[in-house]
């Protein structure tokens, strides 16, 4: 799954709103049905996260976790991702890279090494909404 987006901010602003947990909590969810109940960031290599999404009106929650791999301040971080209790998805890696584009930033989304098409596919559909959520943080 490759995915890419402008946002309208610097590349420091926009690594900041994916490392820093309360910037991550404002943003971080698939669309206007979800809110974030807690965000954790152990932001070093070897450094472990958590991203909770929850369903406001079912009341269901999701969490996000996996391990920093490759963290490079503002252009890249690598990490291992899975949802917590849920095996159907397994263990994946997302990669992202930072682009300085001057007053915008190219984020270039990459995550790879799904068990199935179905999953592939239900996460494209959260990491568009996500996206989508961290563009308009910038429009505050």
Known sequence: LILKRTIAAPRPKVFEAWTKPELLQQWFMPNDEYVSPFTEVDLRVGGKYRLAMKHIAKGTQSVATGIYKEIQPPSRLVFTWWWEGES???????????????????????????????SRNQHEMGWTGSLQNLGKLFRK
């Open 88 to 118: 159907t998805h397994g263990e994946t890696v997302v990669t992202i890279e930072f682009r300085d584009l001057g007053a915008s930033t190219e984020i270039a989304l990459k995550h790879e090494f799904f068990p199935t098409k179905e």
